[in-house]
């Protein structure tokens, strides 16, 4: 949602020339008609316009005077521009009687006249002023409202992301730990790419959304780690599209793969095979089950972390399902790709 103080202005502002402009004909019209006189002349116009624009700013001033709006200062308003309204035509006429002896002098009809125009000016300008002033204090509500949520989105995502560092380091730092002992080759690829995967970790840790391309390049640091874990044990294909202008939350695909590993057996008796595709506007990521029977105990993080993200970022959701293909029992995690605008 995207609201603007300013926008909003501008829109007011293109309607209250029009406003004031029917205001002004009612004023000169309702002049004419109480006193008896034609005020149709340019200077009489030229005068009403500045009358109703100090109206204007005398309203905006008593009903803005604090946050709340009250029918004392809707009364105040009205009283206050009647007030100035009858001086100033009591004294317009006063003008006229003394440069222009044929006018008859003032009496309680012409008061009576004047109060009832003034009142009424009073009451139309003071009117539109509050509707005016509630809109935009609504507005302003509307944005603050914005606003907040919005950053509430951006420290729960940051919450939500930082979960996944410590859980990734332990793993990933024990598996290094026993190579190092055996196989001093292997463990300096696999502390490569554990680099390479850490430097991404750190670059978009502060991101919310990050290019499609970006993530699979992660996974790819990732699927490496796999490969110096389990050899043979695991096959990894991915195959996609069109994946300009798409976006995933940060180590979506590598969440997934590693949520695989977390509860599969892999071993030379028991391979998996994962398959990631892109389908229509969705990622596939798909594999074979070979779940285990005393799984360590699961913090929770993985797919609800990823859950939680989505539902934060998006209304599309994350489609889980377990299901029998090929004889194999399949499980499948269909994640939405996102577009910049759903966001922004």
Known sequence: MNYSDKSFDNKVFLVIPAVLGIFLYLNVYLGSFFSGQEYFSLQSILFKIIQLYLYWFISEKIVNLNDKITTSRFLISIVTIATISIVT?????QYLIITEPQNDSLSWVHFANYATHGIIVAFAVTLLSMLVTTMKKQQQVLLRNALLEKENIKAQLHALQMQVDPHFLFNNFNTLQSMIDTKNNKAQSYLKNLSGLFRQLLYHRDEQLISLKDDVEIALLFINLLKGRFNEAISIEITLGDIDGFYLPPFTLQ????????????DARH????????????????????TKRNSYASTGIG????????????EKRIGIERMEEDGNDTFKVKVPLLKIGMYD
Do not use: T
């Not at 035509?89 to 006429?93: F, G, H, M, R, V």
């Not at 391979?271 to 594999?287: A, P």
């Not at 939680?308 to 970022?313: F, I």
């Open 89 to 93: 035509a009591a004294s317009y006429k």
């Open 255 to 266: 969440i997934l793969l590693e949520n695989v590993v977390k509860h599969n057996r892999i």
């Open 271 to 290: 391979s998996i095979c994962c398959n990631i595709c892109q389908f229509d506007e969705f990622i596939v990521v798909k594999n074979n089950c070979h």
């Open 303 to 314: 797919l609800y972390n990823l859950k939680s993200r989505y539902a934060l970022l998006s």
